[in-house]
């Protein structure tokens, strides 16, 4: 029955956001426009995008185990290999979405909250390989897999730190300098989702990016987004139902925020 409930509730959420999402046609700013244009609406293929693939499908038939100890949930125990592609990994179509933010972008100085297997790591490292990746993950064992992963893919850009966020981030500036983008997929919790918003800010670019994943994971975390997109410092915040942006550039004028879709999801909007 939790199953069920919890499918209705996801399907719930979908059914909101995609009544009140916007494409291309109706976005009426140019960022916006150009984020629709190189993020959502590109369907080009790269072949960075085989290559890791390859790699999860490897995960997928792997009999391999990790002893790892969720620091959000306080739990710990022997996880599948297999299971963490396919449940805790960035699925295709997020690192996609994450690869073409990068590739459009081009921000030099790159963290990630959450490492997991490496999977989103290598979207992020791959879409520009003269960019510093820095990635957090507080299980060791799975820090060690990701970074047989980045060897595999040969991504050198990638720069991997093991431990609790909350013990890591107090000293990231001084390695990392400042941040472009901050891609947030950890803890997925209300407070812990605010806590890093508010000390990662200080050290992000004045023109850098914050992404959170899976902002309409619970109702928890769709409160935490709403916090995020209601504080005053954020200029713009861009709803894509699997993550959410924000921007704190003075560029934007008025506070602006959008619910945007690819337009192969709504085609019949640009007949209006």
């Known amino acids: 029955m939790a199953f069920v409930n919890n499918l209705l509730q996801n399907a719930t959420r979908y059914a909101r956001y995609h009544h009140a999402a916007v494409t291309r046609y109706q976005a009426h700013s140019s960022f916006v426009f150009a ?54 990994a960035s699925t295709r179509a997020k690192g996609r979405r994450l690869f073409r933010i990068v590739q459009w972008l081009q921000p030099q100085t790159i963290v990630e909250l959450g490492t997991s297997v490496g999977i989103g790591t290598a979207y992020l490292a791959a879409a520009n390989t003269n960019a510093a990746v820095w990635s957090v993950e507080g299980a ?33 500036p001084a390695t990392t300098g400042p941040i472009d ?19 990662c800010l200080p050290n992000l670019n004045p023109e ?26 954020v200029r713009l915040s861009i709803d894509c139902f699997d993550i959410g942006l924000v921007s704190f550039s003075k560029q934007f004028r008025e506070k602006q925020h959008y619910t945007l879709i690819p337009l192969r999801h709504k085609p019949w909007k640009a007949l209006f």
């Open 181 to 199: 983008l901050l891609y947030i997929d950890g803890n997925h919790r209300s407070d812990p989702t605010l806590h890093y918003f508010e000390t």
């Open 35 to 88: 984020f629709l244009e190189n993020v959502l609406d590109d369907w080009r293929h790269y072949y960075a995008f085989d290559s890791i693939e390859n790699l999860r499908s490897l995960m997928l038939r792997s009999g391999g185990y990790a002893d790892v100890e969720d620091f959000g949930t306080g739990r710990s125990g022997r996880v599948w290999l297999r299971d963490l592609a396919r449940h805790s």
């Open 140 to 172: 060791p064992a799975l820090t060690a897999i990701a970074k047989a992963h980045m060897e595999w893919l040969q991504l050198p850009n990638v720069h991997l730190l093991s431990g609790r966020f909350e013990d890591v981030l107090p000293d990231l």
């Open 208 to 233: 850098g990016l914050m992404v959170f994943d899976d902002i309409h994971w619970s109702d928890d975390m769709e409160n935490a987004w709403a916090s995020i997109c209601a504080d005053e410092r």
